[in-house]
């Protein structure tokens, strides 16, 4: 009843691994133009998500930003079939959490639940899934591969590096946050970032002004030491 009384966009997002640092960026980017809520910490199962809503959802948002996660299947299509998101990323997936699902196919198979959602528009898939994996039935959405247009991609305790193919034109970012696998992470940042709005210029701010996920990568420097 409350989501439909908001009526947010929805943006539903899910991994063997990156999940909550992709919404984290893609938070921190859309939260510049739009009122942006985003599920806090990692909850990421149904019952935090219902909580999350319940309690916490602002009136006033226009974004909302959720993160799917599974430990058997059905979990994400049940995610899916209750917030209806408009749109989907579905990043890299690894093997992450085998103990549960046993094989890698289940893993995509239980990871591709993201596109059961009524009201799916369009997904956002990691360039390493082949489109031909997605499920054929009723598929009215647009899929886009994210990821193949990232080179150069150059990381140190600085930050990182990386060059992006926008409208045949090579744009070179540059990010606080470390990692040479975060280019990828960024890639869908950035093409959901141009699909709402914001401009080349606009997104290389952000991007380079993004702060560390906390306890992911996020470098301290104490008396002179780095952890």
Do not use: C
């Amino acid at each position: 009843e409350k989501l439909s009384k908001i009526e947010p966009k929805i943006i539903a997002i899910t991994a063997s691994y990156g999940k909550t640092s992709i919404k984290n960026f893609i938070y921190e980017i859309l939260n510049g133009k739009y009122r942006t809520y985003k599920t806090p910490r990692s909850v990421n199962t149904l019952k935090g998500i219902v909580a999350d809503i319940n309690n916490n959802l602002p009136e006033n948002t226009e974004f909302y930003i959720i993160e799917a996660g599974a430990r058997e299947r059905g979990d994400i299509r049940e995610i899916s079939e209750f917030v209806e998101h408009q749109y989907a990323i579905l990043g890299k997936i690894g093997e992450q959490h085998i103990e549960y699902f046993k094989t890698l196919s289940n893993i995509i198979q239980t990871k591709l639940e993201i596109i059961e959602s009524d009201r799916l528009e369009e997904l956002y898939l990691h360039h390493s899934i082949n489109k031909e994996k997605v499920p054929q039935k009723n598929r009215k959405f647009k899929i886009i591969h994210f990821g193949k247009n990232i080179s150069g991609v150059k990381s140190t305790l600085d930050g990182t590096w990386f060059n992006y193919i926008y409208d045949n034109n090579l744009e070179r970012f540059q990010t606080k946050v470390l990692g040479k696998f975060q280019g990828e992470n960024l890639a869908v940042v950035i093409d959901i970032a141009l699909r709402f709005g914001f401009n080349i210029s606009e997104i290389k701010f952000h991007i380079q002004n993004l702060k560390p996920i906390p306890h992911r990568l996020e470098k301290i420097e104490v008396e002179g030491k780095i952890i």
